[in-house]
């Protein structure tokens, strides 16, 4: 059993930045995924970013890449997610999740994770 905080959202202006994090509790292995998810209004939830807990397999939707950053503490057992230069379309839901991960692959379906947090709102404003 995994569970997961997220905490960080709010409102920003265009440009701006926000930093989620997400706090997990419970039994967690390097090997084992995170990845952050985000639901825009009326829209079927996306992948946004994700990585192992030891660091490694890094991978970030095209509709991100080069502005947001995903990283991890793992003295905290929590996983960020830094998001610069913030656009309108960014408003979503995040939701941070957790997988068991155990292969060589990136992990961008939802399938692929079985422990989600409750999400927090992103506003970004024109």
């Known amino acids: 059993q995994v569970q997961l905080v997220e905490s960080g959202g709010g409102l920003v202006q265009a440009g701006g930045s926000l930093k989620l994090s997400c706090a997990a509790s419970g039994r967690i292995f390097s090997g084992n995924v995170m990845g952050w998810f985000r639901q825009p209004p009326g829209k079927e939830r996306e992948f946004v970013a994700t990585?192992?807990?030891?660091?490694?397999?890094?991978y970030y939707a095209d509709s991100v890449k080069g502005r947001f950053t995903i990283s991890r503490d793992n003295a905290k057992n929590t996983v960020y997610l830094q998001m610069n230069s913030l656009k309108p379309e960014d408003t979503a839901v995040y939701y941070c999740?957790?997988?068991?991960?155990?292969?060589?692959?990136?992990?961008?379906?939802?399938?692929?994770?079985?422990?989600w947090g409750q999400g927090t709102q992103v506003t970004v404003s024109s």
């Open positions: 990585i192992r807990w030891s660091g490694s397999s890094i």
């Open positions: 999740a957790f997988g068991p991960g155990g292969g060589s692959y990136v992990y961008t379906g939802q399938s692929s994770y079985n422990y």
